[in-house]
């Protein structure tokens, strides 16, 4: 009832009320404008013009349907509201700004030599996120595990504090970090907190705000508007957190006390991330400093946060990040490398199962020609419509070979794939569009290291712990239809 009670009058849950009323005002509107005859001509012409460039268009052929289809269905007023919500979302003004601090990051590892030269690494070093050695790497296989180690390394803290995260819920565990960071911010450590406007939605208005300290900077990512927009679907599902440019880490946890078990809202909540230590953090610091950018609109100089701190540690380790406003889909291009390139097995774990054409060929194909296929997703979902969804994404893969468990205790979190147990990637993106298309999100690659190690036993236990899952074909009928029609707007949830 308590949670309830707070998405009711979070800002998220006033603004999409009044998206709602937008809408009404705005089918209200077109139907007036409607009854006159010649306007219905020109209602429709719009409508087909608009299908013909997004046929045109390179752009995902399960998005464009997303879109094309409703159009179709209601061409007075489909082709008017595709300009007036998706076409308004990021201004010239903003594509130069994003352009100008991509391109800048080349200054700052154009002298970093790549020593491991596969396609992977080629691939991310021409997008300007180099390779590293000399990172020790620590996998955790849970929330309070990492939330441990995060406080233990937050209070050694000497110089400066970056966070970068998509919720930031009042509690127990943002109220210790806040002490925490506060009393570092009083010793003159400079911190910079990031979080999401939406994902953090249950803060109060203007939180950034209301927190007065020297030293402390904190600042809300794309605002959420009375307007809405398809702009405002750009999120910051990042994690990133960086320490005196020495120590980092990133995963699946967010700042709540859902993410540590304090509080059990889908059974057991079961999430990992990774700790960094050496020279790959700059990856992660330049990753922050480029959003914070975007954000503040206020430049940086990226070199005042340089640090040399090697370790000595054997593996490959390249630390990137994801936008959605460049179009350069970077992390389901190497989720398809890895696929691709395993010949023995692939691991995934993913809270979401929502995939393209080309993913769901790729894991297929996988499995028809011999690679163990596993995936784990959880058993007690944290959106019941989603998983809807992703339900129906499971028979083909099933019916191809690919094994899927599904997490009994409760909701699994973590964000990762396994290839070969040789090379892995952890982050914060799940299997779904709004991660691979619509947001802000960064990844690790991995290869050659001992915590890959780790991380198959991680995904061995959590087998153990998940049932098999063969068949669902006892969906009754209704229930079926719903998932096909919720099925046919997947790359827009």
Known sequence: MNRLLRMVVSRAFFIFILFIIQLGIFFFLINYIASFSYLNTVFYIISIIIVIYMLYREENPVYKLSWIIPILLFPLFGGLFYLFYQER???????????????????????????????????????NWPTYQHTEVTFHPSGEELYENLLRDLKQA?????????????????????????????????????????????????????INEPHLEIRAFNRMRLHINFAQNYRDHRKICVIDGKVGYTGGINIGDEYINLVKRFGHWHDAGIRLE?????????????????????????????????????????????????????????????ISSAKKSIRITTPYLIIDNELMTSLKYASKSGVDVS?????????????????????????????????????????????????????????????????????????????????????????????????????????????????GFSSLM
């Open 89 to 127: 979302n990021v201004s010239k003004r903003v594509l130069r700004r994003h352009e100008e601090i991509d391109k800048n990051r080349y200054d700052y590892v154009k002298d970093i030599p790549n020593p491991l030269k596969n396609k992977d690494s080629i691939y991310l070093e021409r997008l």
């Open 158 to 210: 000497e110089s400066f504090i970056f966070l970068e995260y998509f919720i930031i819920n009042k509690g127990h565990m943002w109220s210790e970090m806040l002490a925490l960071l506060q009393e570092k911010a009083r010793l003159g450590v400079e911190v910079k907190i990031l979080y999401d406007d939406f994902g953090s939605s249950e803060l109060p208005f203007n939180y950034h705000k209301k």
């Open 278 to 338: 050496g020279d790959a953090v700059w990856s992660l610091t330049i990753g922050f400093l480029e959003n914070w950018r975007f954000s503040t609109k206020k430049e940086i100089d990226y070199n005042t946060y340089k640090v040399n701190h090697h370790m000595v540690d054997t593996g490959y380790i390249i630390p990137f990040s994801d936008t959605p406003i460049d179009k350069e889909t970077t992390i389901k291009n190497v989720f398809l490398s890895l």
């Open 375 to 487: 995936i784990i997703i959880p058993y007690v979902p944290d959106k019941k419509i989603i998983f809807m969804v992703t339900e129906t994404y499971l028979p083909e893969l099933i019916a191809s070979g690919v094994k899927v468990y599904r997490y009994l205790p409760g909701f699994i979190h973590s964000k990762m794939i396994i290839a070969d147990d040789y090379k892995a990637l952890i982050g914060t993106a799940n299997l779904d569009f709004r991660s691979l298309y619509l947001h802000f999100e960064n990844m690790v690659y991995i290869e050659e290291k001992k915590a890959i190690k780790d991380m198959v036993t991680f995904f061995e236990e959590t087998k153990e712990k998940s049932q098999y899952v063969t068949d669902f074909s006892k969906r009754n009928i209704f229930y079926r239809l719903i998932q096909i029609i919720l099925k």
